[in-house]
């Protein structure tokens, strides 16, 4: 039934937009995805009618599909399942953990695991995180990175701070990316924090991660950093 309903929704045009801006080419970070060309509120609307009732073997079943929408949907009904059923959380968050290889785009790990993985761990141990960052997938590395996001909204930025240094000398413009986000967050929150971290690191960070870290500074501090 939800593969007919996402199936039904395809958009050709949009599904050749998005193959190009999740780079699905070859040698791509995305490469062999297949889009159908859903939007993000469409696969909301589907996910929400039918995450109450669907098992944990169905999402399973979507989430290793080789159709983008098809594991985005299953992912978004476990953030449902997870903010509306609090028995379930357990599960849900050692679902995610065995199913890291279908967590397999910058979207997908960015729309659930702050979510769902992140908030499990707000009060537990994380070593899992040190587990997932020194990981050789690029997709795990990013989930560790995201999962310390509600981590910094209750204003506890160490393993942000621990992880953005373990990825210092990473070679992948997307975790460049995800870490100058995560830090540019904490700046948000505390800005010493922040420029403690770029005091020490700036002179090794990659270009992307210090542009996305310092957006919020004033101008003159950016352009310092920059310099620098």
């Known amino acids: 039934m939800i593969k007919n309903e996402i199936k ?12 190009g801006f999740f780079k699905t080419g070859p040698g791509e970070y995305g490469e062999g995805d297949i889009f159908l060309g859903l939007t993000m509120p469409q696969i909301r609307v589907i996910a929400k ?4 009732e669907i098992s944990l073997s169905s999402v399973q079943e979507l989430v290793g599909s080789k159709y983008h929408e098809f594991r985005m949907c299953a992912l978004v009904m476990l953030v449902y399942k997870y903010e509306k059923f609090a028995s379930q959380r357990k599960e849900i968050y050692d679902f995610f953990l065995r199913n890291t290889k279908y967590i397999n785009n910058w979207d997908l790990v960015d729309v659930t695991i702050p979510k769902t993985v992140g908030y499990y761990l707000v009060d537990k141990d994380r070593s899992i995180l040190y587990k997932l960052v020194r990981s050789s997938d690029l997709w795990e590395k990013r989930i560790a ?13 160490d393993d942000c701070i621990t992880i953005s240094e373990i990825l210092l000398k990473d070679k992948h413009d997307l975790i460049h990316k995800a870490v100058g986000w995560m830090l540019r967050e904490i700046g948000k929150r505390d800005e010493t924090v922040l420029t403690k971290f770029l005091d020490k690191h700036v002179k090794e960070m990659p270009r992307t991660m210090l542009r996305y870290s310092i957006e919020r500074l004033e101008e003159s501090k950016r352009k310092e950093y920059l310099k620098r």
């Open 49 to 52: 009618k039918h995450f109450k």
């Open 145 to 157: 990175v995201l999962a310390t996001f509600p981590f910094i909204r209750n204003n506890d930025f």
């Open 8 to 19: 039904s929704l395809a958009d050709p045009i949009r599904a050749k937009h998005s193959q």
